[in-house]
Nanobody, 120 residues
Framework: QVQLAESGGGLVQPGESLRLSCAAS????????MAWYRQAPGQQRELVAS???????RYADSVKGRATISTNSAKNTVYLQMNSLKPDDTAVYYC??????????????WGKGTLVTVSS
């Protein structure tokens, strides 16, 4: 069993910042990649940012320069710092983890999602 616990969403005004967190726990041997996706109403889910166990990061063009993805020292919690938020950033944000369980099964579980609303 693997659990992903997300937090940090909410209502913010344009130009403000927020930080999302996602903690992975359970029967985990190793984590390869941690990522944040988002899905706005009526749109497909899209990658926002990802980070590998080696620290390599990737960002969607729409958030480059405004978002920073990072992990804690144990590399089992991923953060997404979003600055200068825009109404277009309004979406449900999902955590996704590419991991290997202690039973040597590769899984890519999703979090339940956290809603971010950017509005004045």
């Amino acid at each position: 069993q693997v659990q992903l616990a997300e937090s940090g969403g909410g209502l913010v005004q344009p130009g403000e910042s927020l930080r999302l967190s996602c903690a992975a726990s359970g029967n985990i041997l190793s984590i390869n990649t941690m990522a944040w996706y988002r899905q706005a109403p009526g749109q497909q889910r899209e990658l926002v940012a990802s980070i590998t166990d080696a620290g390599n990061t990737r960002y969607a063009d729409s958030v480059k320069g405004r978002a920073t993805i990072s992990t804690n020292s144990a590399k089992n919690t991923v953060y997404l710092q979003m600055n200068s938020l825009k109404p277009d950033d309004t979406a449900v944000y999902y955590c996704n983890v590419d991991l290997l369980t202690k039973r040597m099964s590769r899984l890519r579980p999703w979090g339940k999602g956290t809603l971010v609303t950017v509005s004045s």
